[in-house]
């Protein structure tokens, strides 16, 4: 891999082999990982910025919301809405979508993302991120409207996260593969250093809130009472676990080195068929870990291939290395 190779020019190469990146693509991915950039600045101010803290409110899902989870918000929109890219946004943090305004021309384009994934670890210096998302948006449809976004996992043409931690690493798929890029602070510019990841289909390693255990299905219960079993039980090897309750740290884990995460529906809320987000969270993660050669279900079906009912849509997440997702869901099946 030559060294120092900017996005900016890793996105251009890529539009120009076969067209993978269409112009107007590459500029909204420019805009969101600057718009990154800004989000990590403030992060790294933690206290020194006054950005620490609850802001005494609470987001569409009646979740209390941290002062950067609204001004990560606020950058995200800022930033993207001016650019011509885009028709509309939608986000974790919002009741409804985001039309770009008049005053401005609109793109082809559909953005959403959860602007700061795992804060209930801002205020503690755990790694937090950014997880996106993109979409096309629908021929034909005038105007913009909230049934334009809900769309199959397997319809993004662009997803990624940025975490905020020792490093500020944005990670991106186009569909062609995983790449990562590292923030060099003293250029201002996000440089490649890694192309082509691939998560190991075995591994010794999962990770799941274990505190929600008495409230887990019984093909939940099963996998984990094996892996705790270590060499004495069936799976004849002895397993780590490895939970950061945030859900960006945790995949990117599993990225670099392999991993199950689960986040599973629960007895606690029986009408709800999980808590990660579908659309913020739950698709652009499982595309990611796809490119990389692993796995992603509800459990039961895969979830790239699950239509959205509605904008915040929850679901059962279990992902990574291919063969431990594949068992998991295995233990679902009925027959």
Request: hydrophobic share 40%.
């Given at each position: 891999?030559?060294q ?6 890793y ?5 120009r ?21 800004s ?49 509309a ?63 199959a ?13 020792p ?41 799941i ?38 859900m ?29 987000r ?6 652009p ?10 796995m992603?279900?509800?459990g ?13 849509e ?22």
């Open positions: 891999m030559a120092n190779i900017s996005l900016t020019r996105l251009v190469e890529q539009q082999v076969d067209g993978k990146i269409p112009s107007q693509l590459r500029l909204l991915l420019e805009v969101v990982a600057r718009a990154c950039k989000i990590s600045m403030a992060v790294n101010k933690g206290d020194l910025g006054g950005v620490l803290g609850s802001a005494g409110s609470e987001n569409v899902q009646g979740e209390v919301q941290k002062k950067l989870d609204i001004i990560a918000n606020e950058v995200l929109i800022e930033a993207n809405e001016w650019g011509g890219h885009l028709a946004m939608a986000s974790e943090e919002m009741d409804s979508i985001y039309v770009v305004p008049n005053r401005y021309p609109q793109g082809e384009y559909l953005l959403l993302f959860d602007p700061l994934d795992g804060s209930s670890n801002i205020d503690v210096n755990v790694s937090i991120g950014t997880i996106f998302s993109v979409l096309l948006k629908p021929e034909g449809h005038p105007g913009v409207q909230e049934s334009d976004f809900l769309q996992g397997s319809k993004q043409v662009a997803a990624g996260y940025c975490i905020y931690g490093q500020t690493t944005l990670v991106l798929t186009v569909g062609d593969g995983v790449a990562m890029f590292t923030l060099d602070r003293e250029q201002g510019s996000f440089v490649l250093t890694q192309e082509n990841l691939r998560i190991p289909a075995d591994t010794k390693e999962f990770s809130n274990m505190s929600n255990m008495r409230h887990w299905d019984a093909p939940v219960k099963r996998y984990i009472d094996e892996c705790l079993a270590g060499t004495e039980g069936p799976r004849d090897k002895d397993f780590n676990m490895r939970w950061i309750a945030s960006v740290t945790d995949v990117h884990r599993i990225l670099m080195r392999g991993g199950i995460f689960m986040y599973p529906w629960d007895k606690r809320e029986p009408e709800k068929a999980g808590k990660l579908l659309m913020y969270e739950a698709n993660m499982s595309w990611l870990v796809e490119q990389a050669g692993g992603a279900t509800n039961r079906e895969r979830i790239l291939d699950l239509q959205p009912g509605k904008l915040h929850r679901v059962s997440v279990m992902l990574g290395s291919k063969n431990e997702v594949e068992r998991v869901t295995r233990y679902h099946d009925p027959v």
